[in-house]
């Protein structure tokens, strides 16, 4: 038992041995491969999986080596990484360390280009209704866009050809390769920083699709889609269309072609004022002439012409409306005075006075008005009313 123990050796030992028996057996090589499981760490460093149909196997990507990849990778994507074995001992596994990653050809950049596209037209980058306005006479353009690029010096030249007045703004950046896609976004939040700047451009030369990667970023669309300053994508020939295309305010086929939908054409301007000047002088005799046309006309109308006619006519019309008025009146004061006779009538029918002067009397007993024989009190005296007089009768049969 103490000589096996003595044989015995150390899990380290052991993991050590395979790792210098694996990396010294195998130099650098290529793998083609799924990527799976991909995660940027907080600290730089790359963690995923490259499998295919029958296995798989974990990768790391350090820091140093991801920033020279020009795209982002993403999972389901077809890869090449460059690489060569490693062991992790404290779980005893190998990994690739990968040193170089690319797409295994252009369909994987055209699919991962699709599935952008689809994921931020569904959240609606790309609807009509939010596009900025071009302004018409810009003050002031900005342009992100390589300092030393023949796109740079193309836009000049037409800025100076079209419309002089404006004033350029560059912001250099590399417009192709690794970290390119973070300055262009940097360079569109910084602009949106400055109060006068009119419209910004994002321009570059033709190119592959490898080539106009950086304008395919999520980080770059999403940096369009939040400025508040109208953004042109000039970028590539008529037949190249990127996710920045889509995103920004307003497309152009080149970066020069941007550059003529960012500002008026000078000689148009020109153009302008020289027949306006031209024109100025015949515009505002023919309107003076218009104008004198329509006076006279109007002098010459049949109400300039016979103004005492139409004095007459409306007189007539006063008076026709003043005659309804008064019939009108007259009509209701006739009704009244009628029904206040009828009343007065009515109320004179039912005058005691007069009745009792046609010869008849009333009785009065105990203040009360005797209107039947059987309520008429022999024993009690009572009052005669006539029209001349009245005549009270007491118990005693005398009168008074």
């Not at 009244?336 to 007993?365: C, E, M, P, V, Y």
């Not at 039947?372 to 005669?384: D, Q, T």
Request: glycine share 6%; proline share 4%.
């Amino acid at each position: 038992m103490a000589a096996i123990t003595e044989r015995a050796i150390s899990v380290s030992a052991i993991t050590g041995l395979i790792k210098s028996t694996l990396e010294e057996s195998f130099g650098q090589f290529s793998v083609i491969g799924e990527l799976s499981n991909f995660k940027p760490h907080v600290s730089g460093h790359w963690y995923f999986t490259l499998k295919d149909a029958s296995a798989q196997i974990s990768c790391t990507m350090w820091k140093g080596n991801n920033s020279y990849v020009f795209f982002t990778p993403q999972d389901g994507m077809k890869i090449i990484v460059n690489g060569k074995l490693s062991i992790y001992p404290p779980r005893g596994t190998y990994q690739i360390d990968v040193r170089s990653m690319v797409p295994a050809g252009e369909g994987e950049l055209q699919a991962a280009f699709e599935k952008l596209k689809r994921k931020l037209n569904d959240e609606g980058l790309f609807d009509p209704e939010i596009k900025k306005e071009i302004p018409r006479f810009p003050k002031r353009i900005g342009i992100v866009t390589a300092r030393d690029g023949a796109a740079l010096q193309d836009m000049i030249n037409s800025a100076k050809r079209r419309y002089p007045l404006a004033e350029i703004l560059l912001y250099p950046s590399k417009v192709q390769g690794e970290g390119a896609a973070q300055e262009i976004a940097k360079a569109i939040e910084y602009i949106n920083t400055l109060d006068d700047i009119d419209v910004m451009i994002l321009g570059r030369g033709g190119g592959s699709l490898e080539d106009l990667w950086a304008f395919n970023e999520e980080i770059v669309a999403r940096a369009i889609f939040n400025s508040e300053i109208p953004i042109i994508a000039g970028i590539g020939h008529e037949i190249d269309f990127t996710i920045a295309d889509f995103a920004a305010d307003k497309r152009a086929s080149t970066p020069t072609a941007a550059m003529e939908l960012a500002t008026p054409n000078y000689n148009d301007i020109l153009s302008f004022i020289t027949d306006f000047i031209e024109n100025i002088d015949s515009d505002i005799l023919s309107g003076i002439e218009n104008k004198r046309n329509k006076l006279s006309r109007i002098i010459n109308s049949y109400g300039f012409r016979l103004p005492e006619d139409v004095i007459k006519i409306k007189t007539q019309y006063l008076d026709s409306i003043l005659y309804k008025f008064d019939s009108v009146i007259d009509k209701k004061l006739t009704y009244k005075r009628n029904l206040l006779s009828l009343l007065d009538q009515k109320i004179d029918k039912f005058d005691f006075n007069k009745i009792l002067k046609r010869g008849f009397a009333l009785i009065n007993q105990n203040d009360n008005l005797v209107q039947r024989a059987e309520n008429f009190n022999k024993s009690n005296p009572f009052l005669i009313k006539f029209f001349d007089g009245d005549i009270r009768i007491d118990n005693d049969k005398k009168e008074r």
